[in-house]
């Protein structure tokens, strides 16, 4: 259960939308400390690179978890919600006997953290990272002869819920990745993955590439479990006490790193709500669901005014892909439980909706599971079939 949990309110947790206040604010983000490895650091020349331009490459040992692949780190240029220079970081497994121009497959994992050493990039090589639903799935396709990207789609100030963010994070890394000929994917096929936060950070890769990546060819991309409205989360939570809390008190903080100005959370903390926060700043998913669990916002903040700001409300919506009037134009798959007790299904069946519209080819399952984290194990096999059908280029199925 505890796991489930994790998955959505590690991307969103609605409570952390009660802390999103209006007053003005007089104490400002806590950032986490800087990733210690000198190659996660930005370039002084960073400015003069183009989104997607590659800046520095790595091998890496080894990963139990996917036999015979080579692992190679690659850090990119990529850019923030404000159009600001960022330096990300993509991990690419290479299968044995790889084949020029084989296909890619971008994984977005989801990332429930605040610190920097629980990226991606960083946790393959401990516990901390929960792949126990995607290693199947990751292997399989390996064995097939494709490449596999799994970016840190936080960035570098580990952003918990800036999931427009993520979405640019994810394109610039396909883009590096197909720029390094070492890596020999520059003319193969391209699809996307992801589940949870990492299907939100997916979804938006597919719905702002028509603007953001327009040079991109992406075969299709499939989601699942995605946490499509924040708002709607957070009237739905409110301020009860809940065990995942002090991934929604992690959240909040994410959002207030990316957007300082607008989510002024750290100015109404009261000396509890300071404690906690300081306490998750560099922390992974399991400190972080231990030190806040079975709280509520009411403990932790000096007022529970929550929609009196239209700057940290505009935050909020802008990172709601239902509330996002871009549509994908590359094929895409959707799939969920009804009944799924920890995001809001109605903004998905309505993002769904909103995209059939418009034309989007959408092909959408929904599954008997019946709560989150059973959802993305149940949908894999038909997630599988259905990537495999667009890098052999089958006509993707539409059932709008």
Sequence with gaps: MRSGLAHVFGVFGGVALALLLATPASAGPLYPQPDPDPFYAAPADLAEHPPGDVLDVRGMPPLPLFPGASVTLVKFRSTNSHGEPIAAVTTVLTPAGHRPDGPMLSYQHFINSLGTGCAVSHTLYNSDLNLTATTPMLNAVLQQGWSVALPDHLGPQMALGAARLGGQIVLD?????????????????????????????????????????????????????????LVTMARALGFDPHPAFGLAMATATGLEREYPDQVPISAYLNPRGFAVRDAIANSCTNSILAT????????????????????????????SLELYAGVPEMPMFEWHSPSDPLIPVDAIINTDRRWC????????LRVSAPEHLSAAAQGAPAVLGWLDGRVRGEPAPVNC
């Design 173 to 229: 890394g396909i883009r590096a990745v197909k720029r390094l000929p070492a890596l020999a994917v520059q003319n193969g096929p391209v699809v996307m993955a992801g589940y949870s936060g990492g299907g939100l950070a997916t979804a938006w890769a597919a719905a702002l590439q028509p603007s953001y990546a327009t040079e991109l060819q992406i075969a299709g991309a499939a989601i699942g479990g995605v946490p499509a409205n």
């Design 357 to 364: 519209e418009a034309g989007v080819r959408l092909d959408t």
């Design 292 to 319: 806040g669990a079975n709280s509520s916002a009411r403990e932790f903040v000096t007022s529970t005014s929550i929609f009196d700001s239209p700057e940290a409300r505009s935050v909020v919506e802008a990172n």
